[in-house]
């Protein structure tokens, strides 16, 4: 029904234990721990989901879900999905914005965020290593504050932007670590103080958008392509090498 669902441990944890389930049905939830949550399944119909650990971690086990409204996750040091089945998905119009304030935002092999076709905003303090981030429609915006940003599996959009930053490096860090955006977004890739590393494999497709891809030491490519926009490939304060091809039409490369 449309009854919300708040659970607040004030000064201490909320633990949710293995195949324990919390439904707001269509209202919210609000779930608020003054030091750590871990969490298994979590779902709304059609509503918001907030979740907040003030002075610690969040993990979470299992799903987190609703449609047509927004996820926010925010832990005080680190938040992690600790296996495959640790999606967080807001089908429709909703945003999803996860916060590891002065930690660590860890995704384990198999697990998805998916923003529907509305906006994904993930912010570390620190570092990132994320799996599968997708969304249609809208823009990823991905942000390790101090440190660096690691993909295994796809970071994937349409005719919306993709913009990835990291203080120190940047590794898609195998074949299947794609970053794609089809149609009109464009895709920037900052290593600001770092290296940007692309596998053997890995693609960097901006659809028929810009790519824009900088670091602070050195770039290492792989396959890098738009339709018909520009590519621009800036190694700050050392080499580029490329080791597959960097292809557009009908617009300027520049390394």
Known sequence: ?????????????????????????????????????????????????????????????????????????????????????????????????????????????????????????????????????????????ITAQNGSITAKDFITTSNANIGITAAQNVTLFNGEADVTSTGSGDVSITATAGDLYQEDESTIDGGTGKVTLTAGNKVTLDQVQTTTSAIQITAQSSDVVANDFIKTSDATIEI
């Open 1 to 141: 029904g449309s009854g919300d669902v708040t659970i607040t441990a004030t000064a201490g944890d909320l633990y949710q234990e293995n195949d324990s389930t919390i439904d707001g049905g269509i209202g919210k939830i609000t779930l608020t721990a003054g030091k750590k949550v871990t969490l298994d399944q979590v779902q709304t119909t059609t509503s918001a989901i907030a979740i907040t650990a003030q002075g610690g971690d969040v993990v979470a086990n299992d799903f987190i879900k609703t449609s047509d409204a927004t996820i926010e996750i925010t832990g005080d040091n680190d938040v992690s999905f600790s296996n495959g089945l640790s999606d967080v998905t807001s089908s429709g119009t909703g945003a999803v914005t996860i916060i590891a304030t002065k930690g660590d935002i860890t995704q384990a092999d198999g697990s998805t965020i998916d923003g529907g076709s509305d906006k994904v905003t993930l912010t570390a303090g620190d570092s990132q290593t994320l799996d599968q981030v997708k969304t249609t429609g809208a823009d990823i915006a």
